[in-house]
């Protein structure tokens, strides 16, 4: 049937966009992500499952494998979130990641790394920051709610001024470019947004003594949102233009916390925080330089 035959004009059809876009709020629709739109599976492809149209999915582990799926592209900057939910009773030696990784050769790579813990042991949240292909700055927290019954928002912003770390809205970590890490490293590689579900037995639950107890598997961690606030880049070539203040997350207001963030920051820090590589004088008896500027 020809658009003539069914009465069709061009303005009639802008009309009926117009009307669109008014009841759906197409912003609203393009920010209600599925899976399928920015992500695609990279492990593990039996042990997943998708729900709600694909906009959740349940990653599993078992003895022989995990499970996993990333970007299908390269971010120069943005802000990068997942909806999570861990896996519940016994996970020890289990651990669910949601990171960023620019994968090849020397590398940056932005972690949150849940550690896996038996019942009634403390869920232990590990943060961490690669720049040049160097680790070892690892953050660990505790958290405030049980992040195995509800999702909750865990979250990056990455521009060229500071890279924060959020649960919720509470800023937990902040890596910041500045004199010093402009020397020894900040993440500018192009990075790929990445999120599995491992075994970790070997060094995660209290740095490898506690095993997994494989009578419990399989173990399964839940996704949601899968919404993507970033630059494309190709991933060999950084996109300089991804440092542009057109991107909402470059913006000034953007360059450090405010007062606000910075005052919930201390807080959780405070009460919350159980191991900072920055004052582990075992591991480093002088304290990495970034450590001096926070
Ligand atoms: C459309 O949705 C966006 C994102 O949720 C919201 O910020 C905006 O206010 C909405 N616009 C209208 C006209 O409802
Ligand atoms: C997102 O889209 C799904 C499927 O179309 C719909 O069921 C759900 O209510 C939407 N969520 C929001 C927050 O708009
Ligand atoms: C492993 O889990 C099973 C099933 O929950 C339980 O019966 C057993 O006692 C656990 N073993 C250890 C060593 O905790």
């Excluded at 492990?43 to 499952?49: A, C, K, N, S, Y």
């Excluded at 020890?92 to 990784?101: E, P, Q, R």
């Excluded at 849940?114 to 958290?143: H, M, S, W």
């Amino acid at each position: 049937m020809s658009t003539h035959q069914m009465g069709f004009r061009p303005r009639s059809l802008m009309m009926v966009l117009i009307l669109f876009e008014v009841f759906f709020n197409i912003s609203a629709i393009s920010k209600n992500a599925s899976f399928d739109q920015n992500y695609q599976v990279t492990w593990g492809r039996d042990r997943i499952l998708f729900f709600k149209h694909g906009r959740e999915v349940q990653l599993s582990l078992d003895q022989s494998s995990g499970s996993g799926f990333a970007s299908n592209a390269y971010y120069g900057s943005g802000f990068f979130q997942m909806k999570i939910k861990i896996p519940d009773r016994d996970s020890a030696g289990v651990v669910t990641a949601f990171y960023l990784n620019s994968n090849v050769g020397v590398h940056d790579e932005l972690d949150f790394e849940f550690l896996g813990n038996r019942p009634g042991k403390d869920i232990v949240l590990q943060t961490n920051v690669f720049a040049n292909g160097l680790g070892g700055r690892e953050q660990r927290t505790l958290l405030w709610f049980d992040p195995t019954s509800d999702f909750h928002y865990y979250k990056f912003l990455w521009n060229q001024h500071q890279i924060v770390f959020y649960i919720d809205d509470i800023p937990i970590r902040v890596y910041k470019n500045e004199k010093v890490t402009g020397v020894i490293g900040y993440p500018h590689r192009a990075m790929q947004v990445i999120v599995s579900l491992w075994d970790g037995s070997n060094w995660a639950t209290d740095g490898g003594k506690t095993k997994t107890n494989w009578s419990n598997a399989p173990f399964q961690a839940h996704f949601q949102d899968f919404h993507i606030d970033g630059c494309p880049s190709n991933p060999n070539i950084p996109n300089k233009d991804c440092y542009s203040t057109k991107y909402w997350w470059n913006k000034k207001n953007y360059w450090q916390l405010n007062r606000h963030q910075k005052k919930s920051y201390d807080n959780v820090r405070k009460k919350y925080m159980n191991y900072d590589y920055c004052t582990d004088k075992n591991r480093y008896h002088i304290p990495p330089p970034e450590c001096l500027e926070e």
